[in-house]
């Protein structure tokens, strides 16, 4: 038997065993009360009454029986009607619960449910339509994902088909095409290891093996890693810090990562003769390392996404510069791993400051 059915009946029982309830406590009470009004009627006519009496119970209980039979089938009725709706209404909003978990499982997440109706019934249809929102936007991003992961390797692999073709026609030097295709080659690898860290981060699977660092310590071995590049492209390279910064709680080469990643972006961004620096503060929530830079600067527009996979401000000379795409994700994702947060102020045109806040290591 259907929902609906099922329903149906246990309304129409339930109405019809209340009005059942009712005939019969009227019948049953009704003759009781009435009885103490026809004994004072009684007591008043004297002898002459005890006829009437007789007719007058007689008139009132078949008027009482009457008029309840005749009720009965008007309050069927109405029972019945209210029966259907109510079970209309629920197994309705079922039958659609149904359906759109069907939908959904044939992958069409832009299925939605009315969110009109009785308040619990909405609510249902309000998380349902939640789950396939979410489930959407899932869809949409692993598409994403798959497109831009083919976008960023078919670049490197049409630089790396080229190549082989100028070496096999004789057109580039051995030696050339050599270096130019193990450029290509390190970039690739650059960009599968970025995005297997980004999908561990995001899965929640990267180990991290935090224990009690020195910042100045980590700040002074990522200034000395720098300072080749830096002094090529004539860019400074400055620390500030005070000289004793309370320990934080990280993991030691994730903390390198994330440094060498905002130091490469910061020195990509700068033109020779600028400055960047490379610092850290105690501030109440634990240690706020940053990287500041006097270059290109960040417009609001980009702001709010560059921390997005694949988000760049200038694709071209991103690609062209060596960088993934993916480095700030990372770099996020390390800092969030490591139980921290980061942030960005920027102004377009003047420079930028990457910080990122790790937590003080426990005594
Ligand atoms: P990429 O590897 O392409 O640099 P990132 O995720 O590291 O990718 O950076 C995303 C975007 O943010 C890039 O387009 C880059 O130009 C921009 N960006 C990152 N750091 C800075 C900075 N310090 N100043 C200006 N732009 C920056």
Redo the contacts with the bound molecule.
């Keep these: 038997m259907s929902l609906f059915a099922r329903l149906f009946l246990a309304h129409l029982l339930v109405l019809l065993l209340a009005a059942g309830a009712m005939f019969w406590v009227a019948e049953l009470l009704a003759p009781r009360f009435y009885q103490g009004h026809l004994q004072h009627m009684m007591d008043m006519m004297g002898p002459m009454g005890l006829s009437l009496r007789a007719s007058l119970e007689e008139g009132l209980y078949s008027t009482l029986r009457n008029a309840l039979l005749a009720a009965l089938p008007v309050a069927a009725l109405f029972a019945a009607s209210l029966a259907f709706l109510l079970s209309r209404r629920v197994s309705n909003t079922v039958t659609l619960l149904a359906r759109g978990a069907q939908e959904i499982a044939h992958g069409r997440y832009n299925y939605r449910l009315s969110e009109e109706g009785p308040t619990e019934l909405a609510e249902l249809a309000k998380q349902f339509n939640y789950l396939s929102k979410t489930l959407e936007q899932v869809e949409q991003s692993r598409v994403n994902l798959i497109g831009s992961v083919a976008h960023e390797l078919r670049t490197p692999l049409t630089a790396l088909q080229g190549y082989a073709e100028a070496l096999s026609d004789g057109v580039l030097p051995k030696e050339d095409a050599a270096k130019k295709i193990a450029r290509e080659v390190r970039a690739m690898g650059r960009l599968v290891e970025d995005l297997s860290l980004v999908s561990r981060v995001e899965a929640g699977i990267l180990e991290v093996h935090p224990q009690p660092l020195d910042p100045l310590k980590i700040l002074q071995e990522s200034q000395e890693r720098f300072a080749l590049p830096f002094a090529e492209k004539v860019v400074q390279l400055e620390l500030a810090s005070a000289d004793h910064l309370p320990p934080v709680c990280a993991d030691p080469e994730r903390l390198h990562q994330v440094l060498s ?2 130091l490469s ?2 020195l ?3 033109p020779a003769g600028g400055q960047v620096t490379l610092g850290a503060e105690p501030i109440k929530e634990g240690v706020r390392f940053f ?1 500041r ?1 006097t ?4 417009a609001p527009e ?1 702001q709010a996404r ?2 997005e996979r694949f ?5 071209a ?3 062209r ?11 996020k994702g390390l800092v969030e791993a490591m139980g921290g947060r980061m942030g960005l102020e ?1 102004v377009a045109g003047k ?2 400051t ?1 910080y990122f806040i790790l937590p003080f290591a426990k005594a």
């Design positions: 990643n905002l972006n910061a990509r961004c700068t990287v830079d270059g290109l600067g960040i980009h560059i921390f988000y760049r401000v200038d694709p000379r991103s690609r510069e060596g960088g993934t795409g993916v480095g700030l994700t990372v770099a920027s420079g930028s990457f």
